[in-house]
């Protein structure tokens, strides 16, 4: 989906004022601050080494109160097994199970808050700061931890 047909969906549903659209990699640092990053369908693309990257740029960013929202198939839960194998053998990823999404999460001081079944392939994880970490009190990461 382009910006543009991003931003007139936004508008579509009264959602325009209370939305922003950024061009952007989560490979490089994310603009900061915002309530919620949500990554649809990203990070089954992943290894585990992108993945704990992804999941970096995202905490960095991420305001003590703010949010990380996966939707994405859920391993033993919401995945198909040939979408497992297409991922495997496509992009090198997976389908992880939630189990694995708590250890990367906890890797960057997140857990996970929320789990929701939205459809029969798609769930919603919801992962918060869980405090520990010196920037979560903050509300920004210190250059110096930022990956």
């Known amino acids: 989906m382009t910006l543009r047909h991003g931003q007139a969906r936004f508008a579509t549903?009264?959602?325009?004022?209370r939305t922003e659209i950024t061009e952007g990699s989560f490979f490089d640092p994310l603009p900061s601050g915002a309530d919620a990053y949500l990554l649809s369908d990203i990070l089954h693309d992943w290894d585990d080494e992108h993945?704990?990257?992804?999941f970096a740029q995202c905490a960095a960013a991420a305001t003590p109160s703010g949010r990380i929202l996966i939707l994405e198939p859920i391993g033993e839960r919401r995945a198909r097994t040939d979408m497992d194998l297409s991922m495997l053998a496509i992009y090198g990823g997976r389908e992880r199970r939630i189990e694995e999404f708590r250890a990367l999460a906890a890797t960057h001081h997140l857990i996970l808050d929320t789990i929701t079944d939205l459809t029969d392939q798609r769930c919603l994880l919801e992962f918060r700061c869980d405090g520990t970490d010196a920037w979560c009190s903050r509300g920004s990461r210190p250059r110096s931890l930022q990956p």
């Open 51 to 54: 993945a704990h990257h992804i």
């Open 13 to 17: 549903h009264g959602l325009a004022d």
